[in-house]
């Protein structure tokens, strides 16, 4: 198949890569000339330009840097919807804002082509290996054009819904990354601050629930809805985070700002009388707005 391939940075190199190793014709453009030289030496053919890269491709895929530089080499005079085959499909693997995905979508099927958001979750190691996670926002028919060559470079791929639904889920990776970061990153401050090593603390929190087995005690829950008390309620975790404050500010002389925001989350479930509710329920108190700010 001829494929696009616009923007060729450190995670477009090794997917162009695989998609010349399973047997595909990737034509890559990238404005950087050491960007260009990479993709050629794994396989890739240099294209001049957006168009160049774009012509004749049944499917183009996007990797640029941002959603206005997305909307540039989608619409410009010699770009992709000007320049791909008739019913192409456009494969953007950044992240974009879901109501551009879904007006990026209306605009690619005027031009009689598909649009497809497929953001990924991984960095270099995982695009090298393979393993990347992919999400996938797509009509079900392109969506069964682009998974082949999804899975070269995808080691699990989510087809969630219609554009924009890959979008979604990458935002709601971000939260729950960028959440688990600042606890762990609190937590190896409070560690080093009283003498415990932090990276042997990583292999205690590794050997423990936190972060890693969250997940696995949560899916379960979460398919079993509704929630209601459960053995272990949040009480007992609204006591264990006021110890957390406690001592960090008392002993340690720190300010943990995750740590005080979460205290005053479980402060207003205690509130409102959700002592011996389950701590996986919290979505759903989050969700019933008992536990808004």
Not at 103 to 132: H, I, K, Q, R
Request: proline letters at 6%; aromatic letters at 8%.
């Amino acid at each position: 198949m001829r494929l696009g391939f616009v923007g060729v940075g450190v995670m477009g190199v090794p997917i162009v890569r695989h998609l010349v190793s399973a047997g595909h014709s990737v034509h890559a453009y990238d404005p950087a000339a050491a960007a260009l030289e990479k993709a050629q030496a794994v396989g890739g053919h240099a294209a001049q330009s957006v168009g160049d890269a774009a012509a004749g491709a049944q499917v183009v895929f996007v990797a640029v840097s941002n959603q206005d530089v997305l909307g540039e080499v989608l619409r410009q005079p010699d770009g992709i919807f000007e320049r791909a085959a008739p019913g192409a499909v456009v494969v953007d693997l950044g992240t974009t804002a879901p109501p551009r995905c879904r007006a990026f979508a209306a605009e690619a099927s005027a031009a009689g082509m598909s649009y497809v958001d497929a953001p990924l979750s991984g960095s270099a190691p995982w695009a090298e290996a393979g393993t990347l996670a992919v999400m996938v926002g797509a009509e079900p028919a392109a969506f069964q054009t682009v998974k082949p060559l999804l899975d070269t470079f995808g080691g699990s791929i989510f087809h969630l819904g219609p554009p924009g639904s890959g979008q979604i889920a990458k935002l709601c990776h971000q939260l729950a990354f960028m959440g688990t970061l600042v606890g762990l990153s609190e937590a190896v401050v409070l560690g080093e601050r009283c003498g415990i090593d932090g990276v042997q603390l990583m292999d205690v929190l590794g050997a423990c629930v936190s972060p890693r087995h969250v997940l696995d005690f949560y899916k379960p829950k979460l398919a079993a809805r509704p929630f209601g008390e459960g053995p272990t309620g949040l009480g007992i975790f609204y006591k264990d985070l006021k110890a957390v404050q406690e001592f960090s500010q008392q002993d340690a002389g720190l300010t943990l700002p995750l740590g005080e925001a979460l205290l005053g989350l479980f402060q207003q479930a205690m509130d409102a009388g959700y002592k011996n509710f389950d701590p996986f329920g919290l979505s759903e108190l989050i969700e019933r707005g008992v536990i808004k700010r």
